[in-house]
């Protein structure tokens, strides 16, 4: 039975910390996992993951960490300490050094208070990485509580050779982790050959890991192949496990990581010199959106080494100050601050975005020819400013957009416009659910003063009931006081995204 096959590997895991016997734990448990089902948890009740978690079956406890545990610091709290009542086993280490870096917060401490101790019994060098990751940018403080558990990573010693039977029998039933080992490093080595992705996702959901899964219905959704229950489903396995498929990315905001085609996309992190150490790791592969909030790092590096980056967001323009070479897979760039598109850089930029003055982005709207842009992007507009700066359509680059919350580049939330070139239509989307209420009061009719006669709208399906109450009450004020047509056909607006 494959129960307890896991039960004689958690033994002897216990006894070497062996990372060969760790990996077969990993395998093992999904392929006792799977056929029992997700654990699923209906809003605030936990019921069902006590009851489970009180069975002790080592079998059970993937379905238990397959749980979103972006949650209260209390129900954490309250799940670390169940967890804490089991044998060593590595899955639980890894999951919950994944869990604390949803926790940044002085009034989380308590969340790292529980975890650390776990760590530190069940220490295995798989999770340093993630210490690192964890501890970066972090007070002294803060970094002590997990230095029991560096203490005990550090103290494990190489073990004689796991018996070869115990290793033999897991074999027969999982397969040699060997093939995906090399599945893995032939993506790394061509990380935009998505026949290669679908090759490693078909042999890792043979192996029971839910990111083959993943993988193959995100292809699918990029290839307009898959239906709506498949976005339902990525949405799941990406609320479950994303944390621990970013890998020990340093400082980077969970909340905000995009996945496409399988693997993380667009990243936004606040590391400075510990993003250069980490740019190793094969996650960076994939990313080709990348948001600093820290300017104390090698940006021409960090570009250099990101095979697919293709659109870069800074904090302030000092990052550029001392950046050499030219950089021609990077077609939008946008700055928190004010800033010139700089062509020795960036010879094929078509976005750009600042944080400008009215003055400043009429300079950048003119000289948008010479600099060859498509579009203008002016992040944290006020509001009152709109109409005149839409009214400069008539002239310039192809599309002028705004975000009216700057802080995060061609991340910011909010409201959103896009105007176009000598058109009397505007798009407006909303992806944020909490929109200041002032936007959208004001919004249209900012636009309607600036020559624009139609709007069409798009609301993100997860937009709350007041800010839908409030958006449809002022789209139809200035349809009937200014006569502009408002559609709700509209779409999202990516404001990096090359003008199609």
Not at 111 to 134: F, Q
Not at 220 to 248: E, F, N, P, Q, Y
Not at 458 to 466: F, K, T
Request: with cysteine.
């Amino acid at each position: 039975m494959s129960v307890s096959l896991l039960d004689r590997l958690l033994v002897a895991w216990d006894g070497s910390r062996d990372a060969v016997i760790e990996d077969a734990i990993v395998r093992i448990g999904r392929a006792v996992a799977r056929p029992r089902g997700m654990l699923l948890l209906e809003g605030s009740d936990e019921r069902r993951w006590y009851e489970l978690a009180a069975t002790g079956d080592a079998g059970d406890v993937d379905r238990l960490l397959d749980v979103p545990w972006r949650t209260t610091a209390l129900r954490v709290c309250n799940r670390v300490a169940e967890l804490a009542k089991r044998p060593p086993d590595p899955r639980i280490a890894r999951r919950l050094v994944a869990c604390a870096r949803h926790f940044r917060s002085k009034a989380d401490l308590a969340v790292h208070e529980a975890i650390a101790p776990v760590l530190r019994r069940i220490a295995t060098p798989s999770i340093v990485p993630h210490l690192d990751a964890l501890s970066a940018g972090r007070t002294y403080s803060f970094t002590q509580l997990y230095d029991g558990a560096r203490a005990a990573c550090a103290a494990i010693a190489p073990t004689a050779p796991t018996d070869a039977k115990l290793l033999d029998e897991v074999r027969a039933r999982t397969g040699d982790g060997d093939d995906l080992a090399a599945l893995w490093a032939d993506v790394g080595a061509d990380p935009s050959d998505l026949a290669r992705r679908a090759v490693l996702a078909d042999a890792l959901d043979v192996a029971n890991d839910p990111r083959g899964e993943f993988i193959q219905l995100q292809l699918a959704l990029a290839a307009g192949t898959a239906d709506r229950k498949a976005r339902s489903r990525c949405d799941r396995l990406a609320a479950v496990h994303a944390d621990m498929w970013l890998g020990a990315l340093p400082l980077i905001e969970m909340r905000t990581a995009r996945f496409a085609r399988g693997f993380p996309v667009a990243i936004e992190t606040r590391a400075g010199r510990a993003l250069t150490a980490s740019l190793d790791r094969s996650e960076w592969a994939t990313v080709e959106e990348l948001t600093l909030l820290d300017d104390c790092l090698d940006l021409g590096e960090v570009m250099r080494r990101l095979p697919l980056l293709r659109r870069i967001g800074l904090r302030a323009s000092a990052s550029l100050e001392g950046v050499t070479g030219t950089y021609p897979n990077i077609e939008s760039a946008a700055c928190l601050t004010s800033w010139y598109p700089r062509r020795d850089l960036f010879p094929n930029l078509r976005v750009a975005g600042g944080n400008w003055n009215q003055q400043q982005l009429a300079s950048i709207h003119k000289a948008s020819t010479s600099l060859g842009l498509d579009a203008v992007v002016h992040f944290g507009v006020a509001v009152g400013a709109l109409r005149e700066a839409a009214a400069m359509r008539a002239t310039g680059p192809r599309e002028l957009r705004f975000a009216f919350q700057g802080q995060r580049g061609f991340q910011a939330t909010g409201w959103r416009v896009r105007v176009r070139r000598g058109s009397p239509v505007a798009d407006l989307s909303l992806d944020a659910p909490t929109p200041r209420t002032d936007d959208v009061a004001h919004l249209p009719f900012q636009l309607a003063d600036a020559g624009v006669r139609q709007l069409r709208v798009y609301l993100h399906p997860d937009v709350g009931h007041r800010a839908v109450r409030e958006s449809r009450a002022a789209f139809d004020r200035v349809a009937r006081y200014r006569g502009v047509v408002v559609t709700s056909d509209g779409a999202p607006i990516d404001l990096g995204a090359p003008v199609g």
